[in-house]
């Protein structure tokens, strides 16, 4: 019993160290890709498509999110950890997407005059910031979910749930309020 508290106690720490590592290299590298000189040549246009796939599938994320809550509260903890899962397996094919789009293309600057424009750099630094910071929390409350630490879970996913779907619902809004001003 005690070999295996120990085993599990090491592979827990291995596992942490690599949830840290991941919540600090990738926001340094859309960090780098957004702001590097030179782009990705990718050969082609495909990647223009890109910003249209990401606001889908932060659609769909946000929708597994909010079932994966209604799961919980009805206490149908399959269904809840099956809705949480595809919003993380989503949630990691877009930040490949994301990645893909900003290493090969030019950002997109947003054209809106007037009140508007306020509102959409509030609402992207908002979404940006929290962005940059929701990998972390999100990494750790999957974790403990997935290997069934509920207290551990419960305590984080009160932070790391809001932030999530926030991030998904703005990052929607902020791709509907810039997509007239995309070139391609």
């Given at each position: 019993m005690e070999t295996s508290k120990t085993t599990l106690m090491q592979n827990e720490r291995k596992v942490k160290n690599w949830i840290i590592a991941i919540s600090v290299i990738i926001p340094v590298a859309v960090a780098v890709l957004l702001f590097m000189p030179a782009k990705v040549d990718v050969g082609s246009d495909w990647v223009y498509f890109l910003p249209h796939?990401?606001?889908?599938?932060?659609?769909a994320a946000t929708i597994a999110l909010i079932f994966g809550l209604v799961f919980i509260k009805k206490k149908n903890i399959p269904f809840h950890k099956a809705s949480m899962t595809v919003?993380?397996?989503l949630g990691a094919i877009f930040l490949v997407s994301?990645?893909?789009?900003?290493?090969?293309?030019?950002?997109t600057s947003f054209g809106g005059e007037g009140w508007i424009r306020p509102v959409y750099y509030g609402l992207l630094i908002s979404h940006i910031l929290f962005a940059a910071i929701a990998l972390f929390?999100?990494?750790?409350a999957y974790y403990y979910g997935?290997?069934?630490?509920?207290?551990?879970?419960?305590?984080?996913v009160k932070f790391a749930y809001p932030i999530w779907l926030y991030v998904t619902i703005t990052g929607v809004v902020v791709y509907l309020m810039?997509?007239?001003?995309?070139i391609h």
């Open positions: 796939l990401n606001a889908v599938i932060n659609s919003a993380f397996v994301y990645v893909i789009y900003h290493g090969a293309a030019e950002s929390p999100i990494l750790f997935y290997t069934d630490q509920r207290e551990k879970h419960r305590k984080l810039i997509s007239p001003y995309y």
